[in-house]
């Protein structure tokens, strides 16, 4: 493709997380000329042991946090681009506190994309499908690029602001930016406070799992590799302003893939406790990645959820020094909740 991006050195925010880091092990393991600098805060979804492995002559760990202008003022200028997964990604915590949302997902969006401007840097900002707000479950569309932003939550609320940021600075400033939306990833690494992996340690540790409301809520689920190789694609090869949906047609509603990890794991398809649901909760979220497949090339390979599955409830059997120390203070907070 002409006028493909190469970048020989990235820097990616929030690479100490699930996504982020999963997509910093995937550079390395597949573009064998780029450097990789990883800025990461360490909040609590933050962790170090997400980056073992990585070699030392080809990443750098930096910690801080993206809403420091000075920070970035130091490491901006000797990147090529910028690739943005920091986030406060929760939904939970965004409806009990909604203000740490608002200073990482918009302010520090801003930080970045002002240091971006100032040294002509790529910018790829990695966002949610839960921008477009839910669909209805009997509604056989999908989320497009065209789809109005209607976010519910106060966590989709400020990633649909960031969105609009990044694309004022397109506009406004020419800066080189590319936003990508994309469906609920899953795999190894995934902080336990979320869906899959909260189910699959609540089974190992003998609790019961729980099923928000009635559990009819459809999500598209994507292995986390495949929305690796789809950021890049995009960052080398999707065109400045644009806006690429990421999905690898995954519908599964909440209720099958928990009865899917149960019988995984031994237990009956009953052996869970239904929790009240959470306020404001989405109904369903598909996205129509055709744009992103017709224009870059771009396929995932992990096509087959139940391989993926069973490789995710490996992962975290076999990790479990990974997540055990957190379990009980998540379990904690949950229980709080009534959840």
Request: with cysteine; proline share 4%.
């Amino acid at each position: 493709m002409e006028n493909r991006f190469e970048p020989k050195s990235i820097i990616v925010t929030g690479g100490a997380g699930f996504i982020g880091s999963n997509f910093a092990h995937w550079v390395i393991d597949n573009q064998p000329d780029v450097h990789v600098t990883v800025l990461d805060a360490l909040t609590y979804a933050g962790n170090l042991d997400n980056l073992s492995g990585l070699p030392e002559d080809r990443f750098t760990f930096v910690h801080g946090n993206i809403c420091d202008a000075d920070l970035l003022d130091e490491i901006v200028p000797s990147s090529d681009a910028i690739v943005h997964f920091a986030a406060e990604s929760h939904n939970d915590n965004s409806i009990s506190d909604p203000a740490p949302f608002i200073r990482t997902n918009v302010e520090g969006t801003f930080q970045l994309l002002e240091a971006a401007r100032k040294n002509g840097t790529r910018f790829h900002h990695v966002s949610t499908d839960e921008v477009y707000g839910d669909l209805a479950l009997d509604d056989p569309v999908k989320f497009t690029e065209d789809s109005p932003y209607f976010p519910s939550s106060p966590y989709s609320s400020s990633k649909a602001a960031s969105d609009m940021l990044v694309r004022a600075w397109n506009r406004t400033y020419g800066l080189d930016v590319t936003i990508s939306n994309c469906s609920n990833n899953y795999g190894p690494r995934q902080h336990i406070e979320k869906f899959i992996p909260r189910q699959i340690t609540n089974i190992l540790c003998g609790i019961r799992p729980k099923l928000y409301g009635d559990g009819k809520n459809v999500r598209d689920w994507i292995h986390t590799e495949d929305h690796s190789s789809a950021v890049w694609e995009i960052l080398t090869k999707g065109r400045s302003g644009e806006t690429y949906l990421i999905g690898a047609d995954g519908e599964k509603n909440n209720i099958d893939v928990l009865r899917a990890i149960l019988d995984r794991m031994g237990k009956q398809s009953d052996d869970f406790d239904w929790v009240r649901d959470r306020p404001g909760h989405d109904r369903r979220y598909a996205i129509d990645s055709t744009k992103l497949q017709r224009e870059l090339g771009w396929r995932p390979k992990h096509t087959d959820f139940s391989e993926g599955l069973d490789d995710t409830i490996a992962w975290y059997t076999d990790n479990e020094s990974w997540w055990k120390d957190a379990k009980d203070a998540v379990e904690a907070k949950y229980a709080a909740q009534g959840q």
